[in-house]
């Protein structure tokens, strides 16, 4: 595991006459403004989702006047009339969403977790090689198993079903999430599990009471990253979800470009922060897990 | 050390010889232990077989035929990929693509680590800057923002609203001028630059202290320290990011396709390479062609990660 902690520093308590005093000034002023460029930066960042979400309460002739963030009038007409906009009200792609969320988070965790728990603690025969398969397939461009997918898929009747989106997940591909969890089981004592062994439990019984308890971290991460990435994509839906009732939320909004042909800005913004509140509310509170996931898979 | 990790140091190596209790015991639980495993990767196999292996061959093949979905394949050989050599579309697209890669990807890494570098340990106010810079690469590949970016680099966008608002009259549409648009997109990647940052923060939390500390008592300035001590001891990760980053960016679509409303215009300037195999296999539903196309594109992808590989062992320092 990555310490994401502060190293503990031995000497901090103790007087360090060695090291070189700075003058208080100029470490101030570096400090001051240090702080200003940051403040700077951050502020051009964020300014165009804050402007984003102020937008969304003003009238479209007005969004396309007033760069600031104060509101004059403030209109919810955006929200109301953005709702029932497309073919179905809004509403029904955000349960589109949410079933394949749940479908692809439920698959992830069940598949990887099982698949990383053999490769970082069972022996078997062609382990290394697996591994390795199972490391270049991170790699591997979607686009070349896209059209013999799409076909299989096609062939079986799923186009237009959430099936594409989610069957996946259940046969462990996003193998990122494999790795990441191998990694984190990497950090887990062995001595736990072989407790368990000696006291009589087989692979099955210790996956299920030992590892999956202790693996709390890793596997909110693996669903707070599944979560953000299926409830954005727009690639896989784009292909597989052909008939508007089965869209689901990326691509409903994108029809708001098509059907009204980018004038109906203030709907648009209105429909864009209702899709964003549900990615940043989990970024919010998922932000602990998504920093020590992505820096476990990270480092060396 | 408990009698297994005993047992399991024992049988990588070590020649004492074993009684046949012994052996027939070790030889059980290597049995259980396999067909556990395999039992534990089905899902797993079942998937690289399915979705994974067998798509792949499949596309190989063809990538040898024409086929539109309607009627079976016909096998042409290698004609789509000499069609491929003809279409100046496609060489355009990938010329869009290695702009946006080769700009794109060592910009916003650059950013990335500077402001990693920035951002102390301990300083005021780093869980707040850093939930700052991080948010926009976890909203960035939605379609909202690509919306977004439409509409703020539009001739009445929010940029141009700003510009006039400190006094600079433009009526450029960023993303309606063939000249601009690529590079509206390429300033989405760099503004996602959070998630690098992230991977960078934790790496830079591993390098001692005292390494700093010391190189300071010798009078080394900040810039040398950085160049001297951070660099290498963050080149693993630097290298890391950089091999993700460019097999990502070879395959972005979303912010193309909404940027530019599904055409890749104007005049193909937002023409990405997978925007273009998008449009000839589900849009013409020439799928032998998009098959050739997407083996390019692993080709092209798989050489570039392989040189990257080669030139790491110049600049990648492992401190083993």
């Known amino acids: ?300 | 050390m408990s009698a297994i990790s005993e047992l399991s140091a024992l049988r990588s190596g070590g020649g004492r010889p074993r009684t046949p209790e012994e052996k027939a015991a070790l030889r059980r639980e290597n049995n259980r232990d396999n067909k556990a495993a395999y039992l534990f990767l089905a899902p797993w196999f079942l998937g690289l077989i399915v979705i994974t292996i067998g798509p792949l061959l499949a596309s190989l093949y063809l990538s040898f035929t024409r086929y539109s979905l309607l009627q079976p394949p016909e096998w042409i050989g290698v004609q789509n990929y000499l069609d491929m050599l003809g279409d100046s579309r496609l060489h355009h697209s990938l010329q869009v693509t290695l702009t946006y890669v080769v700009v794109g990807v060592p910009l916003q890494l650059a950013f990335a680590l500077a402001v990693a570098v920035v951002l102390d340990r301990g300083m005021r106010g780093l869980p707040l800057y850093r939930s700052v810079f991080y948010l926009p690469s976890m909203l960035g590949g939605s379609v909202a923002i690509a919306l977004l970016w439409r509409q703020m680099f539009g001739t009445d966008g929010l940029v141009n609203q700003v510009l006039g608002w400190v006094g600079i009259q433009s009526t450029t549409g960023w993303v309606s001028d063939p000249s601009y648009a690529l590079w509206t997109i390429i300033l989405l990647h760099v503004w996602t630059f959070g998630s690098p940052m992230v991977i960078f923060l934790a790496g830079l939390r591993q390098i001692p202290v005292m390494y700093h500390e010391a190189a300071a008592v010798d009078g080394a300035t900040r810039w040398t320290r950085f160049r001297r001590i951070t660099l290498p001891l963050l080149s693993p990760i630097i290298f890391f990011n950089l091999v993700l980053q460019l097999i990502n960016a070879f395959q972005s679509f979303t912010q193309a396709f909404v940027v530019s409303g599904g055409t890749g215009g104007p005049a193909d300037s937002t023409m990405f390479y997978s925007l273009y195999l998008y449009q000839k296999g589900f849009g013409q539903f020439q799928m032998g062609y998009a098959a050739a196309m997407a083996w390019l594109l692993v080709l092209i992808v798989g050489v570039l990660t392989a040189v990257n590989f080669l030139l790491s062992r110049f600049w990648v320092f492992y401190d083993d």
Request: aromatic fraction near 14%; proline fraction near 7%; charged fraction near 10%.
């Open chain 1, 1 to 300: 595991m990555t310490d994401l902690q502060e190293s503990p520093a031995p000497l901090a308590a103790v007087p360090q006459p060695a090291r070189p005093r700075r003058r208080p000034g100029t470490s101030l002023t570096r400090s001051t403004v240090k702080h200003l460029i940051l403040i700077a930066v951050s502020l051009v960042m964020i300014y165009p989702l804050l402007w984003l979400l102020v937008s969304s309460f003003r009238p479209t002739d007005v969004i396309f006047r007033t760069p600031g963030l104060w509101i004059n009038d403030l209109v919810i007409q955006n929200y109301t009339g953005g709702w029932t906009a497309l073919a179905q009200p809004f509403g029904h792609y955000i349960v589109n969403s949410a079933i394949v969320v749940v479908g692809a988070v439920a698959g992830n965790l069940f598949a990887c977790s099982l698949a990383a728990y053999a490769f970082a603690r069972c022996r078997f025969r062609f382990k290394t090689l697996w591994f390795a398969i199972m490391l270049i397939t991170v790699m591997v461009p979607i686009h070349v198993v896209l059209v013999p997918q799409y076909i299989l898929f096609n062939n079986l009747g799923w186009v237009n079903t959430f099936v594409p989106l989610i069957l996946p997940k259940f046969l462990a591909t996003d193998s990122f999430f494999i790795f990441l969890m191998v990694q984190f089981i990497r950090g887990i004592p062995r001595e736990l599990d072989e407790a368990a062994r000696i006291d009589g439990c087989g692979h099955g019984r210790i996956f299920l009471r030992v590892m999956i308890p202790l693996m709390g971290p890793a596997l909110a991460t693996t669903a707070i990253f599944t979560f953000i990435w299926t409830w954005s994509d727009f690639f896989t839906p784009l292909i597989y979800l052909t008939d508007p009732n089965a869209y689901t939320v990326p691509v409903a909004l994108k029809q708001f470009l098509d059907a009204t042909s980018g004038s109906n800005w203030g709907a648009m913004f209105a429909m864009s922060i209702v899709t964003l509140v549900p990615l940043f509310l989990v970024f919010l509170f998922g932000q602990r897990f998504l920093v020590k996931g992505i820096a476990t898979t990270g480092g060396k």
